[in-house]
């Protein structure tokens, strides 16, 4: 399959001086070459710019061997990880996957843990996996986050409890090649491991070991998934014309909004099963952007349940926000309204008709209702969302915000900020080295 995106303005483009807009979309093609050259600031960070066409055959296919013994062996898969770590094969996994369907043996179901700190639901999955067959994808590059560290210490120890010596071939660790906790004890303990690449970083990471092997873990087509994301590097790399080429098109408008004082991106979906995907992108744009007192804010909504609670918003509140809608064009469902002989509900003007096209009249309905409203609404199109459309979409995106944190002038491969919660919460569980701290914090209340 070509590249098969769309981006699409015609609700947006009224909202944009053209001049500026000509302007940006020359800053961004430059930001883009930047990239390409590795000139751009977090150079040491861009190993996923040409990743998906470097990756190895032989690297998919350890993945997807490795995969097939864990899907034989688990009713459940537990994937434990944070942030860059987790997000973007849940997102893979949600998009691709039937929405409701009986795991089993051989066909397992994945959950997640270590992506928050909640008593109660660290509990209940403990309790859970008692009487189910499961095996752990622990993913943490750094392999010290203390949130999936901490779940794998508990799933580790039922793991062990239940599995005795057996336990080690319950677990796949993905981190660093060589440092870190997570590496030393995967060594010590005999676990199968996967290295991630020094030179990609958490949230650009979904094409390498840390999305691909639960991914491939769900029953998902990992070659495709590539397959999708060499087929989006090939157009977006070598389309040195901004005007022509989606990601710089996307950055560009990005900045204009944010310049011209919108500094929320709202993403909007219609399909309940890419709700991850803009979780995704959320962590993307805002870990990447986020800092230096500058940045778009991303936001999400899912419609159209949300056109009944902030969809009011949208409509009339503030004018300081843009949207993009990613609509994916074909669900593969047809789903006919019955016509009704009573017709009490008066629904039979819809009878005959795809739910799909209800969906569709609902997404245009509010496109215009949004952009009279003074939201400009960019449109992201794609095709379905099958693996392969969901790797152009997922480069797309990685290459729009490489691209677009460029251009707002900030390093869109680094997170200092993410530090200062982690100090004071080390502070006050009285981790050692850190008592100054907690004297401080004390004195504030804390
Ligand atoms: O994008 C990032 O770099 C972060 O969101 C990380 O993925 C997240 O903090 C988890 O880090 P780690 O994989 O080291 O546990």
Not at 78 to 94: H, M, Q, R, T
Request: proline residues 4%; glycine residues 10%.
């Amino acid at each position: 399959m070509a590249f098969s995106l769309e981006i699409n303005d015609r609700f947006a483009s009224e909202f944009a001086d053209p001049k500026v807009f000509e302007l940006l979309l020359k800053e961004s093609g430059t930001a883009l070459q930047n990239l390409l050259s590795g000139k751009s600031p977090g150079s040491e960070f861009l190993g996923w710019v040409k990743l998906p066409q470097e990756i190895q055959q032989s690297e998919l296919e350890k993945i997807h061997s490795e995969a097939q013994r864990f899907r034989k062996q688990s009713e459940t898969i537990v994937v434990i990880g944070i942030g860059g770590s987790y997000l973007g094969a849940k997102a893979v996994i949600e998009a691709s996957k039937p929405y409701f369907k009986t795991p089993s043996l051989g066909s397992p179901e994945i959950v997640y843990a270590g992506h928050h700190l909640d008593a109660r639901y660290h509990s209940e999955l403990l309790e859970y996996l008692e009487n189910k067959e499961f095996s752990i994808n622990v993913v943490s590059k750094s392999g010290t986050t203390t949130e999936p560290a901490l779940a794998f210490r508990l799933l580790w120890d039922l793991a062990k409890k239940k599995y005795g010596a057996k336990a080690k071939d319950r677990i796949v660790a993905t981190t660093d090649g060589s440092k870190g906790a997570l590496r030393k004890m995967s060594e010590e303990l005999g676990f199968t491991t996967f290295s991630i690449p020094d030179n990609v970083g958490g949230r650009y990471s979904v094409l390498t070991p840390v999305g691909l092997f639960p991914i491939a873990a769900a029953g998902v087509d990992i070659f495709s998934f590539c397959k999708g994301f060499s087929e989006a590097a090939d157009f977006l790399i070598s389309e040195t014309s901004s005007h022509k080429n989606p990601a710089c098109i996307y950055s560009a408008y990005r900045n204009l909004f944010y310049r011209s004082g919108k500094k929320i991106e709202v993403i909007a979906n219609y399909n309940p099963s890419i709700r991850t995907l803009t979780e995704w992108w959320k962590q993307l744009f805002g870990e990447s952007e986020g800092k230096q007192g500058k940045g778009i804010f991303p936001a999400s909504v899912e419609l159209t349940t949300d056109l009944h609670s902030l969809g009011q918003y949208l409509q009339e509140g503030e004018r300081n926000i843009f949207e993009t809608v990613l609509y994916s064009k074909n669900t593969g469902a047809k789903v006919l309204v019955p016509q009704d002989g009573d017709d009490l509900d008066g629904l039979n003007f819809l009878a005959s008709k795809n739910l799909e096209e209800v969906n569709l009249q609902a997404f245009l309905g509010t496109l215009v209702a949004h952009s009279e409203g003074g939201i400009p609404c960019l449109e992201i199109l794609f095709p379905d969302t099958g693996p392969n459309s969901l790797g152009q979409t997922m480069y797309f995106f990685e290459l729009a915000c490489g691209i677009s944190g460029n251009v707002l002038g900030v390093n869109p491969f680094d997170q200092p900020g993410v530090e200062a919660y982690k100090k004071n919460m080390f502070a006050l569980l009285g981790k050692p080295g850190f008592e100054n701290l907690r004297e401080s914090l004390r004195k504030k209340g804390v």
